[in-house]
């Protein structure tokens, strides 16, 4: 059975100090791995695509990188606005190809 | 590109209540999915469409759930004689192909509904 999780679940940090955020995978082989952030009262949106270790992608402070067991969403400098909730999901090749298995996601508070 | 429309925001009901939900796709895709959410967790997959032909339900989706995609745009979520532990939020994604990697999916705002 594919297994997200993510570390840690909540994250404080002051503004301008960088950080990062953990998602660990187990899945038969993975087709592709997906970060989503979401805030309060909305729904995931969508961020990143990554599709084999070694893989990394940026959208302004936020750097996603993927090994072969895990992915980290780096966050370098961030404001007050990128506080909410980090999820991360996989999508398998084998199976359950249809759907997405996200973790419990790490909810990140940025403080001024 | 208008994005993902549920309706409604928010439903509160009675425990044995019949509730029903609304969701309006991104036009050009083709495929429709239902999640629920709890408190502190990740979505978890419940069913999903292609078209209007429903092609994989998830075992948490028991015998009072009912989804639909009549003509294969809109769909609907019927819970029938709802429970305290069906309090969650309803979510509706949509993409186009099986393939989220050429075809993210994109997510609706959420029903949250609330039984008493």
């Known amino acids: 059975e594919d297994q997200v999780t993510q570390s840690p679940e909540a994250l404080r940090l002051q503004e301008g100090e960088s950080s990062s955020l953990n998602c660990s995978y187990t899945v038969s082989g993975l087709r592709g791995l997906f970060w989503y952030r979401q805030d309060p009262g909305k729904g995931p949106e969508f961020l990143f695509t990554?599709?084999?270790a070694g893989e990394e992608k940026e959208k302004e402070r936020l750097k996603a990188t993927l090994t072969k067991k895990e992915s980290f969403l780096h966050i370098t400098a961030p404001k007050p606005e990128d506080s909410a909730t980090y999820l991360c999901a996989v999508q398998a090749i084998s199976g359950s190809a249809r759907q997405l298995t996200f973790g419990s996601g790490t909810q990140l508070t940025v403080l001024p | 590109d208008t994005g993902v429309s549920q309706d409604p925001r928010h439903k509160i009901t009675k425990r044995g209540q019949n509730v029903t939900f609304r969701c309006d796709p991104i036009s050009e895709h083709n495929r429709l999915y239902w999640y629920r959410q709890t408190l502190g967790q990740g979505p978890e997959f419940l069913t999903y469409f292609q078209n209007e032909a429903q092609l994989e339900k998830s075992r948490l989706l028991s015998d009072r759930f009912s989804a639909e995609r009549p003509k294969g745009s809109f769909s609907t979520l019927e819970i029938q004689r709802t429970e305290q532990g069906d309090s969650a939020m309803y979510l509706c994604a949509s993409s186009f192909g099986t393939d989220f990697t050429n075809s993210p999916l994109h997510f609706g705002n959420g029903t949250r509904l609330t039984v008493t």
């Open positions: 990554l599709y084999s």
